[in-house]
């Protein structure tokens, strides 16, 4: 356990000074594609000032540390990550890796499986674009029909990339198709399935696939807890389905919120921003309410994230 780390934007962190984690978040994020000119770039003192307010709220409500789940292709901006984590006392991790295929940035269409091992490995272990950053985990992304050639591409050089660094993988995966398409090409790799994230579970409607996954060492991510549209009396009964049926420990919840984006006005996402204490606020009194006792909260908010984050140090 002492040779556990997180691997943060501002260096590594043993994962016993942690508490609860927000395993799907985001605090700057481009969705206008790589291609457009300023793509990923903002005035970081705006940012800074739009955000800073958020991740405070954040840690009074009991947030230590903050997946920061923005890839390649998405706006990753480290600069701007490291400059936010400086304001906070939450730790923050970003990722490498590359989102799904309509957002691949034209650098990377023509790498092969080999050229992203070593790039991500690379940013996992040594450096992420010459900062003194690196890399806690790999985010992926696959199109909602399941993945396309080039991301069984990146979905081999992920599985093989963590084979060599231990780091996670998050993968943005709508629905229990393209989730099944995607671990064949993991068991392919022989990679051990507990190092997969499957972001965005709550999208399979059918909790029995929920359980399926899980069954495989899979982490299950609900991350859609605090949205709008969402019923949070039905996330909670998901929950304690997964809970009574033993899957808790496979479980990991989340609000995909945030974000600064990007050529909106003032970096407002389209439905405005938002923040990262529903979980805290609202729906941790919801499961005590409804059944679930503080040893299993911690396990879902604590134990869990710690457990699929968590990097071995080697040396
Ligand atoms: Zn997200």
Redesign the pocket.
């Given at each position: 356990m002492e040779n556990q780390i997180f691997r943060t934007v501002l260096g590594d962190v043993p994962v016993a000074e942690l508490g609860m984690i927000l395993p799907?978040?985001?605090l700057f994020t481009d969705l206008r594609g790589p291609d457009t000119f300023d793509y990923a770039q903002d005035d970081p003192g705006l940012v800074i000032e739009t955000m800073k307010p958020y991740l405070a709220a954040a840690e009074d409500a009991g947030v230590t540390g903050l997946i920061e789940?923005?890839t390649v292709g998405v706006g990753r901006n480290i600069e701007i990550l490291r400059r936010l984590a400086e304001q906070t006392r939450i730790h923050i991790i970003a990722p490498t890796g590359i989102y799904k295929e309509a957002f691949t940035p034209k650098s990377f269409l023509h790498c092969t499986v080999d050229d992203l091992v070593q790039l991500w490995t690379e940013e996992i272990t040594q450096s992420i674009e010459d900062t003194p950053a690196k890399a806690g985990f790999i985010k992926i992304a696959v199109s909602d029909d399941g993945p396309t050639k080039l991301e069984e591409r990146n979905i081999r050089a992920a599985a093989r990339a963590s084979l060599a660094t231990g780091a996670a993988i998050a993968s943005?995966t709508i629905g229990g198709r393209a989730v099944m398409e995607e671990i064949a090409f993991l068991v392919d790799e022989a990679l051990s399935l507990d190092k997969f994230i499957w972001?965005?579970a709550e999208s399979e409607d059918d909790l029995s696939l929920h359980r399926q996954v899980a069954d495989l060492g899979i982490y299950v991510e609900y991350?859609f807890i605090g949205q709008p549209n969402q019923d949070p009396l039905a996330q909670v009964k998901k929950v304690r389905t997964m809970v009574e049926h033993n899957y808790g420990e496979r479980l990991l919840l989340s609000h995909?919120a945030g974000w600064f984006q990007p050529g909106r006005p003032q970096g407002q996402p389209e439905g405005g921003m938002r923040g990262y204490t529903y979980i805290s606020d609202e729906f941790i009194p919801l499961l005590l309410a409804n059944g679930l006792d503080r040893e299993t909260v911690k396990l879902l908010i604590e134990t869990n994230p710690k457990r699929a984050f968590a990097v071995e140090l080697t040396n």
């Open positions: 799907h978040e985001h789940c923005s943005h972001v965005h991350d995909d």
